[in-house]
């Protein structure tokens, strides 16, 4: 048998230990920088210190976002854009699959394009690149989004009619576009492809009536949203503050892939077109919520962006539900990974495999609450500190969305006359919410009803309100007690109670 001895030790011994020497945490000087040159994301879990995000030290400002559904994904991105465009200026391009964006770039004053309700976007469009180039990234576009690649002779022949459709409306095709000259559409390439199959003198027409019928999915007189002169210019929409561009009414998940992969192409031929500029922070933040094959496919655009890295102050944001929509190239370029809660072992095993963080910040991402992350960062230089931590929550910034509960219909004329008693009350959201959790209403209760209360406007009224709550098995007492935090009297209470 042994016998547990115990050993006096300075506490200088105890340091040079490695459990000791190695914290959970960067050293505050990396996390804490100055408010003017870094955006502030929230504080630490473990020594609570504020971190504030900057890409001075990382490899590049690309950022990659991962959750499940509800875990606070765009609530993080939305609060990183509105600091950046704070504090240095920094226009943002948000390409918005499931059209979640919308009422928030509204409230904030920023512009909303819609493509498939009333704006188009010509995929021939060059803005200032050869002809020949274009046509390639039409081609990979489709390659990414059709099956396309399976047919070669089919991949040949739309590759020669679109690059015979510039020739046409006279441009040169190895040779960069003049600014201003009108582009072909799909609608031209369709227009060539229908004569050759006309003359009878090509062999192998079923060939040409496939091309034919792939492409016109895309130019359909009702789906030509991209097939027609553009409505928008996305060069201008890249410096115009606050942009989204809604995709969530185009028909299919094609349509959104080749929307979604046409804004990143144009992005990035314009930011190599304008090189570096030395200026403060990022000039522009690119936004793919719900990226779909558009991040996951190697022959990606996101994936270029990506890897050229930081030079042209230009952030790309990729956040998916699904870590494996994300192309692992992605997750181990991007300088920032912000891993908020997963559920699904497969999902995590993806991450964890990408990134190698350690067994304890796997357990710590599976038991998150909504706006909790682990965040791992990607450093220039060797560093002597874990690359991943956990923040305590994300703390966030939304337009102040007021939330009123009308009195009118529990009260009496008497009361209302005299003016003795409040005649609504109004909450913020947050706080509203947090009312609602510490008197244990179940979640999908407080979804429903913020929900519901959203559709009339953010307002209900009492009596509604109390047969929400009712319908959510909200006990009497707990609606009692919830009634006396707004400070009604015991009467009124009462009155409520009986008449539900
Ligand atoms: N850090 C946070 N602090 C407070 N509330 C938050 C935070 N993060 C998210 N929320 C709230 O949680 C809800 C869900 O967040 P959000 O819409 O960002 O989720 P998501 O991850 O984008 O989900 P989805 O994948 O379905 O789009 C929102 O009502 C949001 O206001
Ligand atoms: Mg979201």
């Known amino acids: 048998m042994t016998m547990l001895r115990l050993q006096h030790i300075l506490s200088n011994e105890i340091a040079k230990r490695a459990f000791l020497s190695r914290p959970p945490e960067p050293p505050a000087e990396v996390l804490l920088n100055s408010p003017t040159e870094s955006l502030f994301v929230g504080t630490t879990k473990v020594f609570k210190v504020p971190f504030t995000w900057t890409f001075a030290n990382l490899t590049n400002p690309h950022i990659a976002v991962v959750g499940i559904t509800g875990a606070g994904k765009s609530y993080f991105v939305k609060t990183l854009l509105i600091r950046a465009s704070y504090v240095w200026g920094t226009n943002a391009i948000i390409i918005d699959w499931a059209g979640e964006y919308r009422p928030w770039v509204k409230q904030s004053g920023g512009i909303v394009v819609s493509l498939a309700k009333g704006d ?59 600014e201003g000259k009108d582009a072909p559409t799909l609608k031209d390439v369709i227009n060539l492809l229908e004569e050759k199959l006309q003359d009878g003198t090509y062999e192998y027409p079923a060939e040409l009536e496939n091309t034919i019928y792939r492409l016109r999915q895309f130019a359909r007189e009702g789906q030509d949203y991209f097939a027609r002169k553009s409505s928008i210019d996305l060069g201008k929409l890249a410096e115009s503050g606050l942009v989204s561009i809604d995709l969530s009414g185009l028909p299919s998940e094609e349509f959104r892939g080749l929307a979604a992969l046409f804004i990143l192409q144009t992005l990035k031929e314009r930011m190599r077109a304008e090189g570096f500029q030395e200026t403060k922070g990022l000039k522009t933040f690119v936004v793919l919520d719900e990226a779909w094959k558009v991040a996951s496919d190697d022959k990606s655009d996101a994936i270029t962006i990506v890897r050229e890295g930081r030079k042209y102050q230009f952030g790309l944001i990729v956040a998916s539900q699904n870590p494996t929509d994300i192309n692992e190239a992605i997750f181990s370029n991007v300088g920032t990974n912000f891993m908020l809660r997963i559920k699904f072992e497969k999902f995590m095993n993806y991450l964890q495999g990408s990134l190698n963080f350690s067994d304890f910040i796997r357990s710590e991402i599976s038991k998150f609450g909504v706006g909790q992350a682990a965040v791992e960062m990607a450093f220039q230089t060797a560093i002597k500190f874990p690359e991943t931590f956990v923040l305590e929550k994300i703390h966030g910034e939304e337009p102040l969305y007021v939330y009123t509960i009308d009195m009118t219909d529990v009260l009496m004329q008497s009361e209302l006359a005299a003016g003795v008693v409040q005649k609504d009350f109004q909450f913020e959201k947050e706080e509203l919410k947090s009312r609602f959790i510490e008197f244990n209403i179940p979640a999908e209760g407080i979804d429903e009803l913020f929900k519901k209360m959203e559709s009339q406007g953010r307002y209900m009224k009492m009596m509604d309100f109390i047969a929400q709550l009712k319908g959510n098995s909200v006990s009497n007492s707990t609606i009692a007690s919830f009634l006396k935090s707004l400070s009604l009297d015991d009467v009124l209470i009462t009155r409520i109670i009986s008449k539900s």
């Open 120 to 178: 188009y976007l010509n995929i021939m469009d060059l803005s200032g690149m050869k002809p020949l180039d274009r046509a390639k990234q039409i081609i990979n576009s489709l390659d990414i989004l059709t099956d396309i690649g399976a047919y070669p002779e089919q991949r040949r022949l739309t590759q020669e009619a679109i690059e015979q459709a510039y020739v046409n409306f006279g441009f040169i095709i190895s040779e960069k576009a003049p």
